[in-house]
């Protein structure tokens, strides 16, 4: 058995003060909450309008292609989906090209839905937008895809 290691107090300090993940993690939660919350009347969370927002494009995508603007496993993706497609805000179908792949689609309840939802994200956005100053925003956007 090692012997237990003590790491000092002022480590904690500075991890604390300078560790980039655990601020952009916190800035993530604090994100998460204000859309959350916003969204809430909805029913949806900040999340849930990312991936029906991911859907609206002119032709249906496949998993694999949400699965990656998301950044999420196909697996996680999956998941997410269910309480969405329960709702019918969206459908699963085999791609008519490939049978092995799924494609996604906004049903009209689900395009009705973000047609809501879209005014309380820019409302909030502009807020966040205030916060961070003029240009703020752009420059955090832009520094976030550097890491990305």
């Known amino acids: 058995m090692s012997k237990p290691v003590e790491i000092p ?3 904690t300090i500075l991890v604390r003060d300078t560790c ?6 916190r800035a993530a939660r ?7 919350e916003a969204l809430r009347p909805l029913g949806l969370t900040n999340g849930q309008f990312s991936l029906l927002m991911s ?4 032709h249906p995508p496949a998993i694999g292609s ?3 603007l998301l950044a999420m496993d196909r697996t996680t993706l999956t998941a997410a989906l269910k309480p969405l497609e329960r709702r019918e805000l969206l459908t699963i179908a ?3 090209k490939d049978k092995r792949s799924r494609l996604l689609s906004l049903t ?5 839905l973000l047609a809501q939802a879209v005014p309380i994200w820019k409302r909030e956005h502009a807020i966040v937008d205030t916060l961070l100053g003029p240009d703020g925003s752009e420059r955090l956007r832009n520094e976030l895809r550097q890491i990305a």
Do not use: I, M, W, Y
Not at 20 to 25: A, E, K, T
Not at 30 to 36: G, K, Q, S, V
Not at 55 to 58: A, D, E, S
């Open 94 to 96: 085999p791609d008519p």
């Open 9 to 11: 107090f002022e480590t």
């Open 66 to 68: 949400v699965a990656s």
């Open 55 to 58: 859907l609206n494009r002119p």
């Open 108 to 112: 009209a309840d689900g395009k009705a």
């Open 20 to 25: 980039l993940c655990l601020h952009v993690q």
């Open 30 to 36: 604090a994100l998460a909450r204000r859309f959350d």
